[in-house]
């Protein structure tokens, strides 16, 4: 898409102000970034889930800052035309400040990023207010965050009671006013991410979040069954089923394979008859 114009955060903030949903997919290499952004998505993340459906990490925890900055770079010269924003990976910015900046530094010089993604919030703001200020769109992250996944007990729904509605909202609010553009709400029951939704100004992207949210994201191998075994998720919808797919045409391959009938005449290159006779005249002369 040559003639698509990318977002940026001022016109995603007038997106939620006159009701205009984004719609985001995660990409981590070329050719699913240039798919997605012919498909016409708004908004590409290079998501740390890449460790769980491209690394084969049972967890995002041991993604590194190198393992974002290939993917990252990958991806932005696949999409060009698209808002692309990177995960800052576990425990890249909790530390100091200034090791949370060379961090970011590398996601958007060498990646090539547009903005960076971080999970948290209260105890990460001060970080967050540090990278806007030093210029770099941030995308926030609360209700099931990942990287803390042995915190917080497992992949549990966030919001089911009214102090941890709380919690969410006071986070929510506390990232908007850090300088957030926007925030990832994950596995939030939906009348709490509704009500965040309603009480700040940035927009909300859902996933798990049910119907209300700003925005929407998926991973790009859970909308399109790309995975072996595929786990269902009851908030995914398949919008494709690449998989099965993918193991039948190779299945057909290693097939036709072991019975020779690929290739066939049609995938063959022919020789004139001079190029034939070289070849066994001095294949004979050899043999003499």
């Given at each position: 898409?040559?003639?698509?114009?990318?977002?940026?955060?001022?016109?995603?903030?007038?997106?939620?102000?006159?009701?205009?949903?984004?719609?985001?997919?995660?990409?981590?290499?070329?050719?699913?970034?240039?798919?997605?952004?012919?498909?016409?998505?708004?908004?590409?993340?290079?998501?740390?889930?890449?460790?769980?459906?491209?690394?084969?990490?049972?967890?995002?925890?041991?993604?590194?800052?190198?393992?974002?900055?290939?993917?990252?770079?990958?991806?932005t010269?696949g999409?060009?035309?698209?808002?692309?924003?990177?995960?800052?990976?576990?425990?890249?910015?909790?530390?100091?400040?200034?090791?949370?900046?060379?961090?970011?530094?590398?996601?958007?010089?060498?990646?090539?990023?547009?903005?960076?993604?971080?999970?948290?919030?209260?105890?990460?703001?001060?970080?967050?207010?540090?990278?806007?200020?030093?210029?770099?769109?941030v995308?926030?992250?609360?209700?099931?965050?990942?990287?803390?996944?042995?915190?917080?007990?497992?992949?549990?729904?966030?919001?089911?009671?009214?102090k941890?509605?709380q919690?969410?909202?006071?986070?929510?609010?506390?990232?908007?006013?850090?300088?957030?553009?926007?925030?990832?709400?994950?596995?939030?029951?939906?009348?709490?991410?509704?009500?965040?939704?309603?009480?700040?100004?940035?927009?909300?992207?859902?996933?798990?979040?049910?119907?209300?949210?700003?925005?929407?994201?998926?991973?790009?191998?859970?909308?399109?069954?790309?995975?072996?075994?595929?786990?269902?998720?009851?908030?995914?919808?398949?919008?494709?089923d690449i998989?099965?797919?993918?193991?039948?045409?190779?299945?057909?391959?290693?097939?036709?394979?072991?019975?020779r009938?690929?290739?066939?005449?049609?995938?063959?290159?022919?020789?004139?008859?001079?190029?034939?006779?070289?070849?066994?005249?001095?294949?004979?002369?050899?043999?003499?």
């Amino acid at each position: 898409m040559a003639d698509k114009q990318p977002l940026n955060i001022v016109k995603m903030k007038k997106m939620k102000a006159e009701g205009v949903p984004l719609s985001m997919l995660t990409a981590y290499d070329y050719p699913s970034a240039r798919l997605a952004e012919e498909a016409g998505i708004d908004l590409i993340l290079v998501g740390d889930s890449l460790g769980n459906v491209v690394l084969g990490y049972d967890t995002t925890l041991p993604v590194t800052i190198d393992d974002m900055v290939y993917h990252t770079r990958s991806v932005t010269r696949g999409a060009q035309h698209t808002f692309i924003i990177a995960d800052m990976p576990f425990m890249t910015y909790h530390g100091s400040i200034d090791e949370s900046l060379r961090g970011v530094r590398r996601l958007m010089q060498e990646g090539r990023a547009q903005a960076v993604k971080m999970e948290g919030g209260l105890g990460i703001c001060a970080t967050v207010a540090a990278v806007v200020a030093a210029g770099v769109p941030v995308l926030g992250h609360i209700g099931l965050t990942p990287q803390s996944v042995n915190m917080i007990g497992g992949y549990r729904i966030q919001g089911k009671d009214a102090k941890d509605a709380q919690r969410l909202m006071d986070e929510a609010k506390a990232l908007e006013a850090a300088g957030a553009f926007g925030i990832v709400l994950e596995l939030v029951t939906e009348e709490v991410a509704e009500a965040i939704s309603k009480a700040i100004s940035i927009p909300t992207i859902g996933i798990g979040a049910g119907r209300y949210c700003d925005g929407q994201v998926l991973v790009y191998h859970d909308l399109l069954r790309y995975a072996s075994p595929y786990r269902e998720k009851r908030f995914v919808k398949t919008y494709a089923d690449i998989g099965n797919q993918i193991r039948e045409g190779i299945s057909q391959y290693v097939r036709e394979v072991k019975e020779r009938s690929f290739p066939d005449e049609s995938h063959v290159f022919t020789a004139d008859e001079s190029v034939l006779e070289s070849l066994y005249g001095a294949a004979e002369k050899g043999a003499k």
